[in-house]
Every structure is written in structure tokens, then in C-alpha cells.
């Protein structure tokens, strides 16, 4: 359900990261996910007709707790 949501529904990517990360989170069947996360081009998160002030800051955050999910492995 996780995977589907992070493919179908980019916007929920952070929502997802954060699970990812929590400590005892079975976060090992989508550290493909957060490890292919930070190296994309554009932030997934961001809407193509404009952006909202959380945006911005969501799309920082991403990264860096998909760092911290592959960094737990």
C-alpha cells in the first residue's frame, strides 16, 4: 500500500519518508524508494501549477529523512 501511494501519489512522499524512518518502522521493503529519492532531479512533492509556502520546506525535508532511512539500515 506504502510503494502504491509513494508511485500514485507523490504529494504523500514526505508522510511516507517520516513512517520510513521511525524507529521500529519495517522500512526494508522500500529502502529502494528512499534511496532513489534524493538523487531526483525535481522534488516530486511540488505541483506543476504552483506551490504553496509548506512546499518549499516539505520538499527540503524529503531528502534528508530518505538519508536517514538508508542510513538505519
Known amino acids: 500500500m506504502l510503494r502504491a501511494a509513494w508511485a500514485e501519489h507523490p504529494c504523500t512522499r514526505p508522510v511516507i519518508g517520516v513512517y ?4 521500529g518502522a519495517a522500512a526494508v521493503p522500500l529502502r529502494d524508494l528512499a534511496e532513489a529519492e534524493p ?35
Open 20 to 23: 520510513l524512518a521511525a524507529p
Open 39 to 73: 538523487a531526483a532531479r525535481r522534488r516530486h512533492t511540488a505541483l506543476t501549477d504552483g506551490c504553496v509556502s509548506h512546499d518549499i520546506a516539505d520538499d527540503a525535508r524529503l531528502p534528508r529523512v530518505c538519508r536517514r532511512v538508508v542510513a538505519a539500515d
